[in-house]
């Protein structure tokens, strides 16, 4: 199997000119005025666009105080994704690193990690977090791309709506009504790299029902080691989801969507369901009431000491059953206040089945809930012109008890063009299962000791009662501007203070046995740390023609952790600073070159992580697309393709084997009926 791996990747590359030739001689055979494509947006309808992330009911992106970008459908469609994550590498100020076939590590702001825990994320306002880690498994998370209508992201914090664990940023991905999704559609993705594939159907059931079905597969082969052999990070998907949106009546919409899915990779494997309920009712005054429930289980087989960081053996498994709840009310106006309220419950039920002595958990079956309760208060001081937002969330989970988090917002609209907004705002991370039941026995190399010669040396990190909520305060200013509809720019900066960060006190080294055997390395996480981040993100479109638009993007951060004289971390939080590049900066070029035909190119940089051993690299993904005629795409796209391998991410702890991102090629070709 190893060799055949070896001899698709000596040979694969000769497929990229027949590739291309295929889709350039359909080109050239296809009619100019086959089918128009679908527009993308004006830079003025793109700034005015309505977001509901900031305050979970729409408001206007030109006027929000707060750093959201939005990846649109037009964005979506002419990526070169095939998975979720990817279509967050050029988002600003998010920290993206591809650590290999199927694995990511994603943050904002910082602190980025294989599970970065200060990061919330979303489906349809259904979080995917893990309370095993507070992270995502992005791996797990593998929809038809298609089937998303849009993405919203706010980096900074977002604790005073969302609640714990919405630290450093908040992103949502909506996806389509079923009312979209009418028809019959496939894609299938073949390269040199992977296989991926999607089916859907949609239809109406009477005037107020439609429903759509889907499913997906996918298989990425591997990538490859620094010596150059393949990896054993073979990756495949198998995925089926609905959805159904019901009118009943003129005030209420149902929802209902679910899906399920079996991810397959060499360690861990994941399996699940999960399905999701929305009743919305608009009453007489426009105001809405919406009850949003969801239940889930997913099931984490063969759990690697990789979780934390690197490979290793299988040591468990977790079978998480979840259930959510909440009710809110928006907006209720009184005089120049529009209220926001709502009352929410988070009941997550974790069993963990140790599977080998390098892991011990205590209890190994845990029923945790989660309490929250919201308000907002949007004041209009000056119409058109001043906006307060006031907001607050409070919390009780069975960890830390309770915990508050409020937010102030303020925009000033200096023009129909140009808009300032400030903002205050806390937020908190709180305790993850893993931070408080779970004992790791990590296997870290060897150590060379006189008289005793080359001993294996492994790190115990034992959980902690007593570790407390990691907290936020965030000062941020911003600038949207729109220069008539030729370009739009989009500022913002910000200054973070994190006070009760996580740190790792480790014990004298100790050694194991008579005569010794091994070298036994003691550690505990306590909140011995802090740290202040301060930066700048920036995004300008351009409209160069009606055909071609460019979207520059630019982020600088700057991170000084401190940790307290009690601990001597090296490892997590004293890795933190080299592990999320200073700067970033990207270029995406869309040109039009018919009305059948489109261009896309993606040029960005990213700086070096010093802590993972990682240079600073540049990078150039391509994409030509031909509408061949009405039902029937035809994409070519090269990724990757400044260099035949490179490093995004490495290993902190133990050594393991640190996979290289490979230059790629496939060709997507997509059928509507």
Sequence with gaps: MKQSNQNRRRHSPRYAPALLGAVLCVCTAAQADSLQRLKAMSLDQLANLDVSIVGKRPSNLSTTAAAVYVITEDDIRRSTATRLPELLRHVPGINFARIDSGEW????????????????????????????????????????????????VIRGPGGATWGANAVNGVINIITKKAERTQ??????????????????????????????????????????????????????????????????????????????????????????????????????????TVLHTSFERGVIEAIS?????????????????????????????????????????????????????????????????????????????????????????AE????????????????????????????????????????????????????????????????????????DSEELIAYELGLRHLFTNWAKLDLAVFYNVYEELAALRIDTPQLIGLPPTGVLINGEQLNLGRARTFGLEASLDLRLRE???????????????????????????????????????????????????????????????????????????????HQVNRNLSLELVGRNLLDPHHFEWGTTLIGGDVQQVDREFFLKLRLDF
């Design 396 to 467: 009780h989970n069975d960890y830390t008890g309770f915990e508050f988090q409020p937010s102030v917002r303020l925009s000033w609209r200096l023009d129909a063009d140009t808009n300032l907004w400030a903002s205050v705002g806390r937020a908190v991370h709180t305790p993850a299962r893993a931070e408080r039941d779970i004992q790791f026995e990590l296997l870290a190399g060897n150590q060379e000791l006189p008289g005793f010669g080359t001993l294996p040396q492994a790190f115990r990190i034992g959980p902690n009662s007593r570790w």
């Design 547 to 625: 055909d071609w638009r460019l979207q520059l993007a630019y982020s600088y951060l700057n991170m000084n952790v401190d940790i307290s004289d009690e601990s001597n971390d090296e490892v997590f939080l004293g890795a933190a600073e080299g592990e999320s590049p200073r700067n970033q900066l990207s270029l995406h070029s869309a040109h039009d070159l018919s009305d059948t035909t489109e261009l896309d190119a993606w040029l960005y940089y990213v700086d070096d992580l010093p802590s993972q051993g990682v240079d600073a690299y540049t990078n150039l993904d391509l994409r030509l697309a």
């Design 305 to 393: 000491g990789g979780l934390l960081v690197g490979d290793g053996g299988g040591i468990g498994q977790e079978d998480l059953h979840t259930a959510n709840m909440e009710l809110r009310h928006q907006p209720l106006p009184i005089g120049a206040h529009d209220l926001s309220f709502g009352l929410g419950m988070r009941r997550s039920e974790s069993e963990i089945d140790p599977l080998a002595i390098l892991l011990k958990v205590e209890p190994m079956d845990r029923t945790s809930y989660l309490y929250s309760a919201f308000f907002q208060d949007e004041i209009t001081l000056v119409p058109e012109k001043w906006k307060l937002v006031l907001g607050a969330r």
């Design 105 to 152: 590590a994603i943050s904002s702001r910082g602190f980025n990690s294989r599970y970065a825990n200060k990061l919330l994320v979303m489906i349809d306002g259904r979080s995917i977090y893990s309370p095993l880690f507070s992270g995502v498994f992005w791996e797990a998370q593998d929809l038809p791309l298609d089937n998303i209508e849009r993405i919203e």
């Design 183 to 288: 028809g019959a559609s496939a894609m299938l993705a073949l390269g040199d790299e992977q296989r991926t594939g999607w089916v859907r159907y949609g239809a109406a059931v009477g005037d107020n029902t439609q429903y759509r079905i889907d499913a997906k597969l996918a298989d990425r082969f591997p990538y490859t080691r620094a010596d150059g052999t393949d990896d054993n990070d073979h990756w495949s998907s198998r995925r089926a989801g609905f959805r159904v949106d019901h009118q009943a009546g003129y005030d209420d919409t149902l929802t209902f969507q679910g899906g399920a899915y079996h991810e397959d990779a060499d360690d861990p494997t994941y399996h699940g369901w999960h399905l999701l309920g929305e009743w919305t009712h608009v009453h007489d005054d426009g105001a809405q």
